[in-house]
């Protein structure tokens, strides 16, 4: 393991960034001078950033640094196709406690150069600094949007109907897991759990992709959501900013939320309520958004999106619709570390 | 002391940000959704990051949140003007522990809303997260420049002039004196030191300006630098990375170099090598800049930029020439931490 000191600060950031190539045209000058330059003409730019520290956001007892690399870029990507608008260029800031070696740091910008590469994203700039406990990443991510194609929170109308890509409650169930393993072993040397037929929750947790697949086929159906938002903090919380933000109410079906089957099977295992899980679990990176109801039929041809419910108005309120009928408010969790 | 359990984390983004003025037509959209929508109408957009961590670039014995907040900021633009541009809008996120209160937070808000006030910038976003150790800051700069008016680092020729604005050191000695009155008072509760007759010292180090004023009258004259650089981790270093950039050689004289007489006087009482100092003291945040040989008697009339030495061919290396002719290689040093 070669120690940090040895490079210096200049020559880790050289190292590192030395081997990024530019993709984007509209990166005009990246890594190297007070500031990276670009060029978006005429394009609306969209800028997004992200906060990870060590012991809050993750855990590297169980997160390899390849995998952290990889998710740290992919979250804000997510928030950029939140906005209808395409990731170009991200600035990564880290801060290094003793205890990481230049090989660690290289397996962290590995993940990141790889979800920069599937993503067509630049590195175009950031800071290093020691730090005097754990790991702390920064990443801003600025990208680009056609002027009328960008979505916001706040255009969600009566009746419109509300979407969400893929499936929820993975990503949580994933770290269930890891946590329960982590304490099984705890003490153990390379503890090496076995989590066959639980692939798919380890990896919605420790390897999560952005939909960009999800914004490239609303595009070329001609389908502009009237509000969008990805799927952070969990279901629940991001209908209650749409919700809030668009002045509107909303109802959406208990038995319409997509949910895989590992996930479950995790939460009969782990005694949880699934429909909590979806709702409150959050780091699943889908995309729920809103649509006139008129695109019905045309939104329900499309594989991987799935209608939860509806927008209706604000004095209804915002309410899960239980199996049996029940109308259920919607609560919002942030952080509760404090 | 309100504890920021009692707001929670949406509450506490809604706090600091609910006052928010937009000051600048290219913010289009700023804080509220999953990314800020900028519009800087065919300029060019520069970018900025810097990751501020408690024990290593503050320390909150001495630096109040209030002046933390503006530094904070003003470090960021100073890089944006060290490109020729204009800082136009930024985004903060905050790491922050439980011993912090809700008053901690908008003392450090309102330094950050007095810099962007002052500076004509947008806050558009950020994130807030705990953290389970200090305070942890990260500031990303967002900003503008005509595409012919960027100045790289890049860009010095042999003969030009090597130019720096203000005076030099002055905000490390500040630092030494504040780290010495807290190991004279240490335990003591509320010291008050007497710092009579070092208040620009203090002033330099704990509320450092950018040179917004410079990148003006260097428009006004119509004088476009061939490379600049903020003077952030000191003189040497900086010379250094134009030098290396710009593939050129430079000569700096000693007795150039621009030095406050607290400085001076500081230097001396501590011990210190005055030169030294200014060399590898850093957080000046001036501007250190080239310009070519025939703009010699337009900018010896401006006031406040002096002129410190000349490039010349890359083989005759790096050098600060002594008061006694000596010829000494500039080095440079980033943090030394680990």
Not at 208 to 231: G, H, W
Not at 293 to 322: C, F, N, P, Y
Request: aromatic share 8%; charged share 25%; hydrophobic share 40%.
């Amino acid at each position: 393991m070669t120690e940090i000191s040895t490079l210096g600060e200049f020559g880790l950031i050289r190292h590192l960034t030395d081997n990024i190539q530019i993709k984007n045209e509209s990166t005009r000058k990246g890594v190297g001078d007070d500031a990276a330059v670009l060029d978006y003409k005429g394009k609306e730019t969209l800028v997004t950033t992200d906060l990870l520290l060590e012991g809050i956001h993750f855990d590297l007892t169980y997160v390899p640094l390849k995998h952290l690399g990889y998710k740290s870029a992919v979250v804000n990507f997510s928030d950029i196709y939140a906005m209808n608008g395409q990731p170009k260029q991200i600035t990564v800031s880290l801060g290094i406690s003793k205890r990481f070696s230049v090989e660690d740091l290289e397996d962290f910008y590995e993940g990141l150069a790889l979800a920069c590469e599937i993503y067509g994203v630049d590195i175009v700039g950031g800071d290093t600094s020691s730090s005097l406990t754990g790991l702390c990443i920064s990443i801003t991510c600025i990208g680009e949007a056609d002027k009328e194609k960008i979505v916001y929170r706040n255009g969600a109308k009566e009746n419109d109907l509300i979407c969400v890509s893929g499936d929820l409650g993975a990503a949580y169930m994933g770290l269930q897991l890891l946590e329960r393993e982590k304490t099984v072993f705890a003490g153990e040397k390379n503890f090496t759990p076995d989590f066959a037929g639980k692939e798919y929750l380890l990896e919605r947790q420790l390897k999560p992709e952005a939909r960009k697949d999800i914004v490239k086929i609303l595009n070329d159906n001609q389908i502009i959501p009237t509000s969008m938002i990805d799927v952070s903090d969990g279901l629940s919380s991001e209908l209650l900013h749409i919700c809030q933000q668009s002045k509107v109410g909303c109802a959406v079906y208990e038995e319409r939320i997509p949910i895989d089957y590992q996930t479950a099977m995790m939460a009969e295992q782990f005694n949880m309520n699934v429909t909590t899980v979806a709702l409150s679990g959050g780091e699943d990176y889908e995309l729920l958004f809103t649509i006139p109801l008129h695109l019905h039929d045309q939104l329900d041809m499309i594989e991987g999106i799935k209608i939860i419910g509806h927008i209706r108005e604000v004095s209804l309120g915002a309410h899960l619709i239980t199996r049996d009928g029940t109308e259920i408010p919607l609560t919002a969790q942030g952080w509760n570390a404090f």
